[in-house]
Nanobody
């Protein structure tokens, strides 16, 4: 069982930055580095959208087209943490951001992630 808790959301003006964090609580014997981690977001009335993902060791990162060059995903396996640094934020980045974890190969499909956090709201004003 993996429990994920996001933090760092809030209200920011366009052009500003936010840094989201996600801390994982694991069952005894489980290891954070065995999970691929991802960030997704969902705006009102829209489907959940892939934002970024990172491999087990952090050596490979993947980004959605709408945020490439502005967001950076990173992980610290010693602290069971994955972060999303968001720069040059735009009003269209407004959404609830979710942290997710999965076994297996890289995926950008929300349905293929087994574990989810409760989400953190990011609001970007124009």
């Amino acid at each position: 069982q993996v429990q994920l808790v996001e933090s760092g959301g809030g209200l920011v003006q366009a052009g500003g930055s936010l840094r989201l964090s996600c801390v994982a609580s694991l069952a005894a014997g489980d290891t954070f580095s065995t999970y691929r981690m991802g960030w997704f977001r969902q705006a009102p009335g829209k489907e959940r959208e892939f934002v970024a993902a990172i491999s087990w060791s952090g050596g490979h990162t993947y980004y959605g087209d709408s945020i490439k060059g502005r967001f950076t995903i990173a992980r610290d396996n010693a602290k069971n943490t994955v972060t999303l640094q968001m720069n040059s934020l735009k009003p269209e980045d407004t959404a609830v951001y979710y942290c997710a974890a999965r076994y297996g190969p890289h995926s950008e499909h929300a349905s293929e992630y087994e574990h989810w956090g409760q989400g953190t709201q990011v609001t970007v004003s124009s």
